[in-house]
């Protein structure tokens, strides 16, 4: 009598828990024989076959579909006899244990720099995250920027499944904000779908724009640097007044992978029109009443270091109808200034002025005598003296929003599986001709066409087929479900031979 191996032990090196990335080995030994020779074996996860686990000692790579939260993990090893008129089993299993295997949390996902420039604390996206970072004390605006570095785990998860990394910190003293990038309503798109980027919390001074950045690099280490880098690659998109919302499509507008988007504010001037422009009157009444105007430069002028560049022109007349010949008597400024004696008219001019003229006092002062009072209009305008174009980012406010990360999964592929013969009332499974997808994901097995009444097979891995049956497979991407494809075979029995 010719007996079929049987399965004596089977292992795993790491027991308890495990991370995400990390490997294990799988360990099966038999009582005889040799693999692929006079049995097959083939090692599970949840009761779905690990691709290419096929050999009594395997190394595995832990990986998980959560991402917020542990997964129980049971890995079995199942063999099956290759010997002809062998006495059963024709297969044999055994239970290798259950490892409980945490995600390791992806910055941008589960967890994310705040949008608020001036908090050092990372934001826990899951709600389960137990989070360590350094510096815990918020910088102050106009501070030096501040690198903080963090450890990141899912609660309860082994130390090794933290993820560490650092960022920066930039708070600038202004108030341009380019928001938050976000895709409703997630961040995984399938293969041909449409998706849009947008941004919340946007907050702008005048001459500002917001735009996109785009990346295929990590950007979360330094956010400023990445959308300088990207500007320089040519990626950029906009100019928009208002919150931004992009819409693309996955493979036409940009191939599967990782992407980043990141808002930014841009400085967008037109020189054609004054930054800002007032004018008014000082009148000193008789006698000796004299007058000052104070004219105090708004704080909203768009104004960047080492980028804008502006003439001021200061112009003061006397009205003729006034009595005193030479009304002006000063003009205290930083802008401008005039100390040159009393006047009746004068133009002052700044050009190519590089400094901040925002919240600047300029005081005119009016004289009048004993008989006779004066008035004098005078007017105020500062331009641009170059435009700036889109995109620039002011360094200074370092306007650079939180970005999204989005991921583009590619076009499913399936290789076809075989269409098997197999014996008449012989109970098969399905699951071996799982067929080989370019991306992770699951099987479900269906007795005719799913879109046309197939209902699905509870168990594929012990089905009895019919001659002729077309099964029909699906397969879901892990990253997400309603990413799908599907291919089917045609299984032909054969009838087992009569004694007579």
């Known amino acids: 009598t010719v007996f079929c191996p049987n399965l004596t032990s089977a292992t795993t090196s790491v027991t308890g828990t495990g991370c995400a990335g990390d490997f294990v080995i799988l360990q099966a030994t038999v009582d005889q024989g040799v693999i692929n020779q006079d049995f097959t074996l083939q090692w599970y996860v949840n009761n779905q076959p690990i691709p290419g686990a096929n050999t009594l000692t395997y190394l595995h790579t832990f990986s998980t579909n959560q991402t917020c939260t542990e997964e129980a993990q049971t890995f079995h090893a199942e063999i099956e006899c290759l010997l002809p008129d062998a006495s059963p089993p024709s297969t044999s299993q055994l239970n290798a244990g259950t490892i409980i295997v945490f995600p390791k949390p992806v910055i941008g996902r589960d967890f994310k720099q705040s949008s608020d420039n001036c908090t050092v604390a990372p934001v826990d996206l899951c709600g389960n995250l137990s989070i360590n970072y350094t510096p815990t004390v918020n910088p102050t605006p106009g501070s030096p920027p501040v690198t903080v570095t963090y450890s990141v785990a899912v609660n309860g998860a082994p130390s090794g499944c933290a993820t560490t990394g650092s960022y ?31 941004n919340t919390g946007v907050s702008l001074r005048k001459g500002y724009v917001t735009g996109w950045a785009h990346t295929t690099q990590n950007p979360y280490s330094n956010l400023f640097s990445a959308v300088s880098n990207a500007i320089l690659q040519g990626d950029y998109f906009g100019p928009d007044t208002a919150n931004s919302v992009y819409t693309f499509v996955n493979g036409t507008d940009y191939q599967p992978g990782t992407h980043y988007f990141i808002p930014f504010a841009s400085l967008l001037i037109d020189n054609s029109q004054p930054a800002w422009q007032t004018s008014g009157s000082a009148e000193a009444t008789a006698p000796f009443v004299g007058d000052v105007a104070i004219i105090t430069v708004p704080s909203n002028i768009p104004y960047c270091p080492g980028i804008t560049r502006y003439n001021i022109t200061f112009t003061a007349t006397q009205q003729s109808n006034t009595g005193v010949l030479s009304a002006i008597d000063s003009v205290v400024g930083n802008l401008v200034s005039y100390n040159g004696g009393s006047t009746s008219s004068l133009t002052l001019t700044n050009n190519n002025y590089m400094g901040d003229p925002r919240g600047e006092v300029v005081r005119l002062h009016v004289s009048g005598n004993l008989f006779w009072g004066s008035i004098v209009n005078y007017t105020f305008t500062i331009t641009f003296v170059n435009p700036v174009s889109f995109p620039t980012i002011c360094p200074e406010c370092n306007d650079v929003g939180q ?16 269409n098997p013969q197999v014996c008449d009332g012989a109970p098969f499974d399905l699951t071996t001709l799982n067929p080989p997808a370019n991306v992770p994901g699951s099987y479900i097995w269906f007795d005719g066409d799913p879109n046309s009444g197939g209902t699905v097979i509870t168990d594929p891995r012990n089905v009895i087929p019919v001659n002729g049956t077309q099964y029909y497979v699906v397969f879901a991407a892990a990253a997400d479900s309603t990413c799908t494809a599907q291919t089917s075979l045609t299984i032909s029995t054969i009838a087992p031979p009569v004694l007579n």
Do not use: H
Not at 168 to 185: L, M, Q, Y
Not at 405 to 415: A, D, F, G, M, R
């Open 168 to 198: 920066i910190v930039d708070c600038p003293d202004c108030s341009t904000r380019a928001g938050e990038g976000i895709t409703p309503p997630d961040n995984v798109f399938c293969y041909g779908e449409t998706f849009q980027v947008s």
């Open 403 to 418: 970005p999204v990360e989005v991921e583009l999964l590619p076009q499913i592929q399936l290789s076809q599986p075989a």
